[in-house]
């Protein structure tokens, strides 16, 4: 069972154009992390959010955690292809435990 | 490169067999976590070491078991394995017990194919 639900699914855009990429829960994590996989690849950490309402920037993607600390979004502004893969959130629900959501796809086209 | 070594990346082994997955997690990490990764489930957490104990457990079947030696490294045995117990499986590796807070590096994983 997911305790995180992601949206959409699967999301394909044109290179320049922004998007969001949304991540939702019934509990309460103490943090959230993304996560970005590429195929072949393991998960790396892209930003760990910890308190309710924080946003993080990395360059062009931007990272909030909502207040309740039940879900986050991620924006990314401006699409390159090298955007291109798996976002993964992860909640962590206890020592140890990170629960990963399904993940959205990614594909950015030039 | 993310410092943790999985091996072997692909193993394709029949049904009702054992297998052995091995994981070296990065130079001075403590804690070394597992998780099962396929099509339908996502990226499941199935157990955490740390230190050479058992800190944490997710949903592992029965059937598999792990391990964390005394050099840190860490091993994943499978057994009577189903065709449904085919997936990736990752280790991650990180300098303390508390995977939420502080950052997790992942190895390349281990397909693992049952036929």
């Known amino acids: 069972t997911q305790l995180l639900e992601q949206s959409p699914q699967f999301l394909s855009i044109q290179e320049g154009e922004n998007l969001t990429v949304y991540c939702n829960s019934s509990s309460v994590f103490s943090s959230l992390q993304w996560y970005r996989q590429e195929p072949g690849e393991g998960p790396v950490l892209l930003v760990t959010v910890v308190t309710g309402g924080e946003v993080k920037k990395l360059k062009r993607l931007t990272f909030q955690f909502g207040d309740a600390r039940k879900d986050s979004s991620l924006h990314i502004t401006a699409a390159q292809p090298g955007d291109t893969g798996l976002y993964l959130c992860?909640?962590?629900?206890?020592?140890?435990?990170?629960?990963f959501g399904a993940g959205t796809q990614v594909v950015v086209t030039p | 490169d993310s410092g943790v070594t999985q091996t072997p990346k692909h193993l394709i082994t029949a049904t009702g067999q054992r297998v052995t997955l091995r994981c070296s997690p990065r130079s001075g990490d403590l804690s070394v976590y597992w998780y099962q990764q396929s099509l339908d489930q996502g990226l499941q957490f199935l157990i955490q070491y740390y230190n050479g104990e058992e800190r944490a457990k997710g949903n592992i079947l029965e059937r598999f078991s792990a391990q964390q030696f005394p050099d840190l490294h860490s091993e994943l045995n499978l057994s009577s394995l189903e065709l449904g117990d085919s997936a990736l499986y990752f280790c991650?590796?990180?300098?303390?017990?508390?995977?939420?807070?502080?950052?997790?590096?992942f190895g390349q994983g281990t397909r693992l194919t049952v036929v």
């Open positions: 991650a590796s990180s300098p303390t017990g508390g995977i939420g807070n502080t950052e997790a590096f």
């Open positions: 992860a909640g962590a629900a206890g020592w140890g435990k990170l629960q």
